[in-house]
RNA sequence: UGGGGCGUAGCCAAGUGGUAAGGCAUCGGGUUUUGAUCCCGUGUAUCGCAGGUUCGAAUCCUGCCGCCCCAGCCA
């Protein structure tokens, strides 16, 4: 990053920590907690730790914040491993465990207990709740906040050695029960807890908390800034209270930056989990899911990602940021990359009346319009054809410049067609229509140049492959889901549909995971999951911008 | 009614005492065999409000208002 251009916040701090001398290295961490799967918020501050990182020469960890067995599994270490590297970040040799320190963490609360700074208080964590004391009153000491120092080291040697209940005891620090700061009321540093643990197997029984076991297994990594949300400001002094009582050979900064919300998406855990759980979505991947996992499956690119969080900016303002945002960045990476197929997800009939029985041929259609270098391909064309059933209209209003009775179309890279006769069944439902097609106007012949307003795209029924496509929208009516308690209410349920459509025979060959502009409709790839040669099953990643839909939506708007 | 944080256009966001960048959205227009893309143009932002300091304030001071976070043996 040069210095002319601005940077945020943060960029700001670690440039003139580097320019000073404070530091000749950055190094920060990533530090999730194996407790569920990486969403949209966490793309930002895995891009926010690794890129300081990477811009300034420097290192970052992937630390799994693993202190709460309860709750912590493989699984989710898994996920949090693949989802990083897809970002396209590396953490090296450098991934490690809050539950690597274990050891060192336990030596560092015998010597604060051994300062006289930490004491075992047995009351139970109701007791504790109420003498906490409210935001506004101040909290009472614990009658055992002045045990001794060898009856507290004695008590907490026979927590580690398994010889209490889960709740029996609990190791806090004493700091100060009248402060202002909740979280400086002496809170808790060890708690018991009888389970396994995913990485430490069942070597302990005791357990440190966030608070005392993040900043000093920052200090252990000689990291020099220690980036968090919002929400842990005020844990700060608490964070800066451990450095200072213990010393450590390297002292780590905290910064905050707010969190990301995107609009018309959760990003809470438990809301995720829910929706997991009860069934609403096919799991944390299903591609609706604000998940990295979700996205991935989705389609969305990482070049689209990652331009979407260095949109959304390091801030400590509360943010949140349209989906449109977000289609965007999906469109513009989308736009460059991906080659243009055609394909029908509506399918109406179209009979081309003058156009020979069984004759086919090929006609020859651009990969992508701004890039020649890709090439083109064939498609066959013959006199039955699918076209989308929004490309017809009856009764067409004066701008729709699309197929109506009478009117004329150009079918892309084939011919200009004119719409002769209306089909319908007993129920009135358009199902077919007679056209005629105009010789003279194949597409890039000599006589080709005759213009008609509208150009669709088609797809010939005798080589059209099926496929099962699924449209998605957004999983919430409400902009800011994560604020409503029961999200039950908000879900909208058209977030899902699924057609079958008909594909042009060149879409055989898409491989998994490869994106591709069905051309007039968006951005589509197979799923990774359910997608098969003999099946096809493909998602749609995102529409394209349609000014055509926003007109009609203005139109019905004014008419209400 | 304790403590912490934040308020610049619909959504993000620069700006750090010298007279409000940029992106997305919006709205016009042009090109176009994708109503896409692309290209042009488009914003009376009382810089949350009110006072004050100053030749000069989004930037400094005071007071107020609004929003977010904190009372887990969660992170």
């Known amino acids: 990053m040069s210095d002319t251009q601005t940077r945020d916040f943060i960029r700001q701090i670690i440039h003139d920590d580097l320019e000073s001398g404070k530091h000749s290295e950055i190094v920060t961490r990533f530090p999730p907690e194996p407790n569920g799967y990486l969403h949209i918020g966490h793309v930002m501050s895995i891009c926010l730790n690794f890129g300081v990182a990477a811009e300034t020469g420097g290192r970052t960890f992937l630390r799994l914040d693993d202190t709460n067995p309860g709750r912590e599994s493989e699984e989710y270490v898994d996920a949090i491993k693949r989802d990083v590297h897809w970002l396209g970040f590396d953490w090296e040799d450098r991934l490690t465990h809050a539950s690597d320190y274990f050891e060192q963490l336990y030596d560092s609360a015998c010597r604060l207990i051994e300062m006289g700074h930490a004491y075992v208080d047995s009351l139970s964590a109701d007791q504790i709740r109420e003498y906490r004391g409210t935001l506004t009153e101040s909290g009472r000491n614990s009658p055992y906040r002045d045990r001794g120092v060898a009856e507290n080291l004695d008590l907490f040697k026979r927590m580690r050695a398994g010889e209490f209940a889960d709740g029996e005891h609990v190791l806090r620090a004493k700091i100060d029960m009248a402060s202002p700061n909740m979280n400086l009321r002496d809170p808790a540093l060890y708690r018991i807890r009888h389970i396994p643990h995913q990485n430490a197997g069942d070597e302990w029984?005791?357990?440190?908390?966030?608070?005392?076991?993040?900043?000093?297994?920052?200090?252990?990594?000689?990291?020099?800034?220690?980036?968090?949300?919002?929400?842990?400001?005020?844990?700060?002094?608490?964070?800066?209270?451990?450095?200072?009582?213990?010393?450590?050979?390297?002292?780590?900064?905290?910064?905050?930056?707010?969190?990301?919300?995107?609009?018309?998406?959760?990003?809470?855990?438990?809301?995720?989990?829910?929706?997991?759980?009860?069934?609403?979505?096919?799991?944390?991947?299903?591609?609706?899911?604000?998940?990295?996992?979700?996205?991935?499956?989705?389609?969305?690119?990482?070049?689209?990602?990652?331009?979407?969080?260095?949109?959304?900016?390091?801030?400590?303002?509360?943010?949140?940021?349209?989906?449109?945002?977000?289609?965007?960045?999906?469109?513009?990476?989308?736009?460059?990359?991906?080659?243009?197929?055609?394909?029908?997800?509506?399918?109406?009939?179209?009979?081309?009346?003058n156009y020979p029985e069984n004759k086919v041929e090929m006609v020859e259609a651009m990969n992508h319009p701004a890039r020649p270098e890709l090439g083109t391909r064939d498609m066959p064309f013959s006199r039955q054809l699918w076209i989308e059933q929004d490309d017809f209209m009856e009764d067409a209003p004066r701008k729709f410049f699309r197929l109506k009775p009478g009117g004329e179309v150009r079918l892309r890279f084939g011919y200009i067609i004119r719409c002769d006769e209306v089909i319908k069944n007993a129920a009135g439902d358009v199902v077919e229509l007679r056209c005629s097609y105009d010789p003279d106007t194949r597409s890039g012949t000599g006589s080709s140049d005759r213009k008609v307003k509208g150009t669709i795209h088609w797809v010939s029924c005798e080589h059209a492959i099926d496929a099962s496509v699924r449209l998605y929208d957004r999983l919430f009516t409400e902009a800011n889901p994560n604020s409503v308690s029961d999200i039950h209410g908000v879900l909208y349920p058209q977030s899902l549909e699924t057609v079958n459509a008909k594909l042009e025979p060149a879409l055989q060959q898409l491989a998994a995971g490869q994106a591709v502009q069905f051309e007039r409709l968006g951005y589509f790839c197979p799923d990774e999951k359910d997608d098969s040669v003999d099946a096809r099953v493909i998602n749609r990643i995102v529409t394209l911008r349609d000014s055509w839909a926003k007109l009609e939506k203005q139109a019905m708007q004014q008419q209400v």
Request: with cysteine; net charge neutral.
């Open 205 to 353: 029984c005791i357990y440190p908390m966030y608070d005392f076991a993040h900043g000093l297994s920052d200090a252990y990594e000689h990291i020099t800034h220690s980036l968090c949300t919002l929400e842990f400001e005020d844990h700060r002094p608490l964070y800066d209270w451990f450095l200072d009582q213990l010393e450590p050979a390297h002292r780590p900064r905290q910064i905050e930056f707010s969190r990301l919300n995107l609009a018309y998406a959760v990003t809470s855990k438990r809301k995720l989990n829910a929706l997991v759980e009860e069934g609403i979505v096919s799991g944390w991947d299903d591609p609706r899911m604000p998940t990295i996992a979700g996205m991935r499956r989705r389609g969305y690119p990482v070049a689209a990602l990652r331009e979407f969080v260095t949109r959304a900016g390091v801030t400590k303002k509360d943010k949140l940021i349209e989906m449109g945002v977000m289609e965007n960045c999906v469109r513009e990476t989308l736009g460059d990359e991906a080659e243009r197929r055609m394909a029908v997800l509506k399918p109406l009939k179209v009979v081309l009346t």
